[in-house]
């Protein structure tokens, strides 16, 4: 099998932490989605990305994988000697897991549960624990009692709320279906108790929330950003925000700067009682690559009228 470097797909240190690794993921998951990005290149990528998180964010599966040593480079040809696996405490029956490499199957196959019924919004699953694409799956462990697995969800069901279909399948090889009413105002690291029918175990799930391509999180706030044109930041204007839940009609104020932010109070993440976090649209002044005749001649003439300086307070 050919070897995979995980940390070379990411692109950080071997000595990287658990915050750097899963900066390191958000950024490159939000650069390939296949929301954003279409090409298929990207979605072979986007795969990767994910295998590899989806092996460095978890400490015992980094601890084992991280046991190969530093003399392997990728793509080389990795046959390790006999009972070296077990002595790792790899296991190397396979799982068929979905859109994972054989290198993958081949240490981690059977580490995990997947499947599911219900996809997630904006097509994205498999990030942060999910073993597949497009379903809605959670990863768990089972021994001794109770199952502890994690679950990801997007930001959108965060907001509004949500229903999932999902199927937890142990080391044993048991496949449970279970239903998951996610709450509105569900957030990262919220977890959530599934009592098991007789004869079954309770299963504790750990929410994860989803990169998105538009939107990040703080808390219950939302953060977005809010592309506007020259003569948008210079004159002012109403411009249509599309949030979670709809969309508004937001005032940019004039002479706005790229890097400000405009709080809409009230239409982020749901808190215990009723209320909501805000949402910060980051002004980014965004300037045409391309003009026609008249546009540059419109441009021309400002530039020849006008005494702005931009370097003056440099």
Same mark, same amino acid.
């Given at each position: 099998?050919?070897?995979?470097?995980?940390?070379?797909?990411?692109?950080?240190?071997?000595?990287?932490?658990?915050?750097?690794?899963?900066?390191?993921?958000?950024?490159?998951?939000?650069?390939?989605?296949?929301?954003?990005?279409?090409?298929?290149?990207?979605?072979?990528?986007?795969?990767?990305?994910?295998?590899?998180?989806?092996?460095?964010?978890?400490?015992?599966?980094?601890?084992?994988?991280?046991?190969?040593?530093?003399? @392997?480079?990728?793509?080389?040809?990795?046959?390790?000697?006999?009972? @070296?696996?077990?002595?790792?405490?790899?296991?190397?029956?396979?799982?068929?897991?979905?859109?994972?490499?054989?290198?993958?199957?081949?240490?981690?196959?059977?580490?995990?549960?997947?499947?599911?019924?219900?996809?997630?919004?904006?097509?994205?699953?498999?990030?942060?624990?999910?073993?597949?694409?497009?379903?809605?799956?959670?990863?768990?462990?089972?021994?001794?009692?109770?199952?502890?697995?994690?679950?990801?969800?997007?930001?959108?069901?965060?907001?509004?709320?949500?229903?999932?279909?999902?199927?937890?399948?142990?080391?044993?090889?048991?496949?449970?279906?279970?239903?998951?009413?996610?709450?509105?105002?569900?957030?990262?690291?919220?977890?959530?108790?599934?009592?098991?029918?007789?004869?079954?175990?309770?299963?504790?799930?750990?929410?994860?929330?989803?990169?998105?391509?538009?939107?990040?999180?703080?808390?219950?706030?939302?953060?977005?950003?809010?592309?506007?044109?020259?003569?948008?930041?210079?004159?002012?204007?109403?411009?249509?925000?599309?949030?979670?839940?709809?969309?508004?009609?937001?005032?940019?104020?004039?002479?706005?700067?790229?890097?400000?932010?405009?709080?809409?109070?009230?239409?982020?993440?749901?808190?215990?009682?009723?209320?909501?976090?805000?949402?910060?649209?980051?002004?980014?002044?965004?300037?045409?690559?391309?003009?026609?005749?008249?546009?540059?001649?419109?441009?021309?003439?400002?530039?020849?009228?006008?005494?702005?300086?931009?370097?003056?307070?440099?």
């Amino acid at each position: 099998m050919k070897f995979r470097d995980y940390y070379e797909v990411l692109g950080v240190q071997r000595t990287a932490s658990p915050e750097e690794i899963q900066k390191a993921y958000r950024k490159l998951a939000r650069k390939f989605h296949p929301d954003i990005n279409k090409t298929k290149e990207a979605e072979d990528r986007f795969k990767e990305i994910n295998e590899a998180n989806e092996v460095l964010s978890d400490p015992e599966k980094r601890k084992k994988y991280d046991t190969l040593g530093a003399n @392997w480079k990728a793509g080389q040809e990795f046959r390790p000697p006999p009972g @070296w696996e077990k002595a790792a405490g790899f296991d190397f029956n396979g799982g068929g897991m979905n859109g994972f490499s054989d290198f993958f199957e081949a240490f981690f196959g059977n580490a995990a549960a997947f499947g599911g019924t219900s996809g997630f919004s904006g097509g994205f699953s498999g990030g942060f624990g999910g073993a597949g694409f497009g379903g809605g799956a959670a990863r768990g462990r089972r021994g001794p009692e109770p199952v502890e697995a994690e679950f990801e969800i997007s930001i959108e069901d965060a907001v509004n709320g949500a229903t999932k279909q999902i199927q937890l399948r142990d080391e044993s090889g048991k496949t449970r279906a279970l239903t998951v009413k996610i709450p509105a105002g569900t957030t990262e690291g919220t977890k959530m108790k599934l009592g098991g029918k007789k004869g079954e175990s309770d299963v504790y799930l750990k929410v994860r929330l989803a990169p998105h391509p538009r939107y990040s999180v703080s808390q219950h706030d939302l953060i977005v950003r809010l592309p506007v044109a020259p003569w948008e930041a210079a004159l002012g204007a109403k411009v249509d925000l599309q949030l979670p839940d709809g969309s508004i009609k937001l005032s940019v104020p004039a002479g706005c700067q790229s890097g400000g932010k405009l709080r809409v109070r009230g239409r982020g993440l749901p808190k215990k009682g009723g209320e909501r976090g805000d949402v910060l649209a980051e002004i980014k002044v965004v300037v045409p690559t391309k003009l026609s005749d008249s546009e540059r001649e419109i441009y021309e003439k400002l530039a020849s009228v006008s005494r702005f300086n931009p370097r003056s307070a440099a």
